[in-house]
């Protein structure tokens, strides 16, 4: 069964210092791997996906993830955060073979705090 | 482009009442999927209907249920309400891409409150 951890449920940061979210999964079959934002009182927007090839992927408002196979994680960074960022980000996996489609998994998610 | 819209936004129920959530997907997205968002249980997936059909089903008992209507509208229907169904559900939506979970849309959301 595909499990996701995201390790910190709340990350405080400072306006324009770097952040990374972090993401584990589990799975015993290939993956797709998605970030998802959620601005306060509104619904999730797609920040990036991996679905194969580069391991690294770059997403909307300056996002980046790197896919590491080895450790089964998917962070999330930002050289550069904004006080626009300060949002909830989840982390989703689902199957990446066709015979093996399943409900696709949500992190509990990690609250972004961007401080001024 | 309209994006995906759910209604109502708001509603309050009481225990033991029927519930009716609607979601209209973006032109052109065959596949609507329906979340709920539990307080402090983060996004548990419900639903998949795509073209009409039930593709998958969440670990939910079966008073959630739901249907798309042939203009891949999507209703989901809440029976028997519990204190714990209290939650913010999601609607989105997706074209086919081969995998369902590609590129999905969401809406904003419907509030339920259970008294």
């Known amino acids: 069964a595909q499990s996701v951890t995201q390790l910190d449920s709340q990350v405080p940061v400072f306006e324009e210092a770097p952040v990374e979210l972090r993401c584990n999964y589990s799975s015993s079959v290939s993956v797709y791997l998605f970030w998802y934002v959620q601005y306060p009182n509104q619904g999730l927007q797609l920040l990036l996906k991996y679905l194969s090839g580069s391991t690294l992927v770059k997403g909307i408002n300056g996002f980046e993830a790197e896919f590491n196979k080895s450790q089964t994680s998917f962070h999330l960074r930002k050289p550069s955060v904004h006080i626009s960022d300060t949002a909830e980000y989840f982390c989703?996996?689902?199957?990446?073979?066709?015979?093996?489609?399943?409900?696709?998994?949500f992190g509990p998610g990690t609250s972004l705090s961007v401080i001024p | 482009e309209a994006g995906v819209t759910q209604s109502p936004t708001h509603l309050i129920k009481t225990r033991g009442q029927q519930v009716t959530l609607r979601c209209s997907p973006i032109?052109?997205?065959?596949?609507v999927y329906w979340y709920q968002q539990a307080l402090g249980l983060g996004l548990q997936f419900l639903l998949w209907?795509?073209?009409?059909?039930?593709?998958n089903r969440g670990n939910f008992p079966p008073r959630f249920s739901g249907r798309q209507f042939p203009n891949y509208s999507s209703e989901l229907n809440v029976n028997a309400l519990e204190l714990e169904d209290s939650a913010l559900y999601l609607c989105?939506?997706?074209?086919?891409?081969?995998?369902?979970?590609?590129?999905?849309?969401f809406g904003p959301g419907t509030r339920l409150t259970v008294t």
């Open positions: 989105a939506s997706s074209r086919w891409t081969g995998n369902p979970f590609h590129e999905q849309y």
């Open positions: 209907y795509d073209e009409g059909e039930e593709r």
């Open positions: 032109s052109g997205h065959t596949s």
């Open positions: 989703a996996v689902s199957g990446g073979m066709k015979t093996s489609y399943d409900k696709v998994i």
